[in-house]
């Protein structure tokens, strides 16, 4: 009878094979059939039952017979899970008529001390399917596993060869040039003189070829590896450690073995060596745990941490929190130096989108901090005070100073200081023709032409910006991206905050509109039939795009 495969063995079977022995067949191994889990107590299956004749077509020592032959006492052997599967890898090692000896053994050894381990039909099937998940799926697997692995290491050591070989013909060169030129410098010191472009371009570029010659053969030897590795993977969740670990061998030989270090010497290519060390030990050890031996868990790679996260602002809420006493109460002394870095921090607050995620920290923030410091100056430093506020850059941070220090002088009934004077004379003296004034405004420039709108009008900024548009169309996306609104963006259903985006929804009256739009229509093919709101969403995305 021929068969692709034979039945089970029954569990009255196995439980005789059990009652008539107590360790393993192998004459020497002393682990018994059982053994005690270290943590429970309980007894824990440590054999298999293996066929002397295999139980499949093709298998270890496959010897045609019929089926009840097959699956009978007289051709089963109890062996531990390591030399159960060593039997099956390696069979012409181990013949039936050694077997056979085995088993006798095993047998008179159980006749003479009467130790043995009686089993149910519970424990019979549960032996059964761990015998048969091994037989069929484990040995088989492990085996092509091993030749596989073994002709991916004989592929990278043979092409190595090669390119060890021409690295040793560049060594030689370079030693031979060398020797060729005797030189020394003003200290009696040896000069080396290394091999001309000519010489030694022919060199480096054999070892290319050599190392993408490597890649083609190597290549596919580890594809082929990494496919009976996935095999071998299904077999048990318990050596997935290893077979990560002989993953990661794979991976890394690939790399070594398609690459060089760039020096000439061979003997500087311990990446290499180390790497094929590490894939016959990965293979060793996955072999070992699957037999069910005591193998060191390898350790997992180190988890790539993510970067710790770093406020780039962490510094300017540092300051400003410095800076807070002085906006709670009125009684603190002005302090010049806390003052002189909190009104220089309004230039990095220039570039903070003024929306409410950043109302503690933004722009219009910075300022009344720096007001606030400063707030029991005497007369004469409030003006030498405003008079730098005027001087300082981009134009939004000192508009956002002198518009604060403008309020709070009026809120304390104070003396009357020049801020918004200085305010108005910064506006008219500022050429909003010129690229210079956008520079450092594109975020809060929409804020800073309100203060001016309020320190003079509406009417005025319109004009002013018209005729800056005018005289240089060049600005209209510098003008267009400054003068743009900020929106947040929210989780539609947490509600958090997740981003910006800049619009124009309600266009502010001081906004040359008309100006825009006649200009618009030599930057964008403008539908005429679009409103003001969507002519310069357009521009704005436009204007955008080309910052990016």
């Not at 030399?83 to 008529?97: N, V």
């Not at 607050?349 to 003024?354: S, V």
Request: a negative charge.
């Amino acid at each position: 009878m021929t068969a692709a495969a034979y039945p089970l063995p029954t569990r009255s079977t196995v439980r005789q094979l059990y009652g008539s022995a107590f360790r393993c067949a192998h004459p020497e191994c002393s682990r018994p059939l059982y053994k005690l889990s270290d943590d429970t107590g309980d007894r824990v299956l440590n054999s298999r039952v293996a066929h002397i004749h295999a139980r499949r077509q093709g298998g270890p020592r496959w010897l045609e017979m019929p089926a009840e032959e097959n699956r009978a006492f007289d051709n089963l052997v109890l062996l531990c899970i390591e030399h159960s599967c060593e039997i099956d890898e390696t069979p012409d090692l181990f013949p039936a008529e050694m077997l056979r000896e085995w088993k006798a053994a095993q047998i008179a050894e159980y006749d003479r001390l009467q130790r043995s381990w009686p089993i149910n039909d519970d424990e019979a099937t549960e032996v059964l399917v761990a015998s048969e998940s091994f037989d069929a799926l484990h040995a088989p697997s492990t085996v092509e596993l091993v030749r596989r692995v073994e002709a991916l290491r004989l592929a990278a050591e043979r092409t190595r060869a090669v390119v060890r070989s021409w690295a040793r013909g560049w060594q030689q060169l370079r030693e031979q040039t060398r020797r060729s030129f005797n030189a020394w410098d003003d200290d009696g010191n040896p000069v080396y003189v290394e091999p001309s472009e000519m010489e030694a371009r022919p060199m480096r570029e054999g070892i290319q070829s050599a190392l993408a010659a490597a890649l083609d053969e190597v290549g596919p030897a580890a594809e082929a590896a990494r496919i009976e590795l996935a095999a071998v993977r299904v077999t048990g969740r318990q050596i997935a450690p290893w077979c990560d670990a002989l993953e990661r061998a794979i991976t890394d030989l690939i790399d070594t073995a398609s690459t060089w270090t760039g020096r000439s010497e061979p003997a500087s290519d311990t990446a290499f060596d180390n790497a094929l060390g590490e894939l016959q030990r990965s293979v060793t050890d996955l072999v070992r745990a699957s037999r069910g031996e005591q193998v060191e868990v390898p350790e997992p790679p180190p988890v790539a941490s993510e970067p710790e996260k770093v406020d780039p602002l962490a510094e300017h809420r540092q300051l400003l929190d410095e800076a807070r006493p002085f906006h709670r109460v009125r009684h603190r002394p002005y302090n010049p130096e806390l003052r002189k870095r909190v009104a220089a921090a309004t230039g990095k607050a220039a570039a903070i989108p003024p929306t409410p995620h950043f109302l503690g920290i933004g722009l219009d923030t910075t300022a009344a901090l720096a007001i606030a410091v400063a707030g029991n100056a005497t007369e004469d430093e409030q003006l030498d005070l405003a008079e730098q506020d005027r001087q300082r850059l981009p134009i939004c941070a000192a508009v956002a100073l002198l518009q604060e220090a403008s309020r709070r002088s009026d809120e304390q009934d104070a003396p009357a200081v020049p801020a918004r004077e200085n305010l108005r004379r910064l506006w008219s003296e500022t050429d909003w023709a010129s690229a210079a004034s956008w520079v450092g405004n594109d975020v809060n420039g929409q804020s800073m032409m309100w203060a001016f709108a309020h320190a003079t009008s509406e009417a005025e900024v319109h004009d002013r910006l018209a005729h800056a548009l005018e005289t240089a169309p060049q600005l209209l996306p510098s003008l267009v991206v400054s003068c743009a609104g900020w929106v947040e963006q929210l989780d539609s259903q947490t509600w958090n905050f997740i981003g910006f985006d800049r619009t124009y929804r309600d266009l502010p009256p001081w906004l040359p509109v008309k100006v825009i739009r006649t200009l618009a229509a030599d930057v964008l093919a403008v539908d005429q039939g679009l409103d003001d709101a969507d002519v310069l969403n357009a521009l704005l995305r436009h204007a955008l795009s080309d910052v990016e």
